[in-house]
């Protein structure tokens, strides 16, 4: 009994947190078509900043937004 509450801790656990690391910034979802289009450096890095994005880096995520024009 103990190792199935346990288990079944460990999985909610789990199931909650990958939930969690998948929600978006708040400032992002706000974001305007202008917006993206005039992003800075510093709006990057502060909106991206714990986010796989930052691996496009700045370039990357114009050249993606270009393309989606």
């Known amino acids: ?18 939930y969690t690391s998948f929600q978006a910034n708040p400032e992002l979802l706000s974001f305007t078509k202008k917006d993206w289009e005039e992003i800075t450096e510093d709006v990057f890095k502060k909106v991206f900043k714990n986010s796989a994005v930052k691996r496009t880096k700045l370039e990357g995520l114009r050249r993606n937004v270009e393309f989606l024009k």
């Open 1 to 18: 009994m103990k190792i199935h509450l346990v288990l079944h801790f460990q999985n909610q656990m789990i199931s909650s947190s990958l």
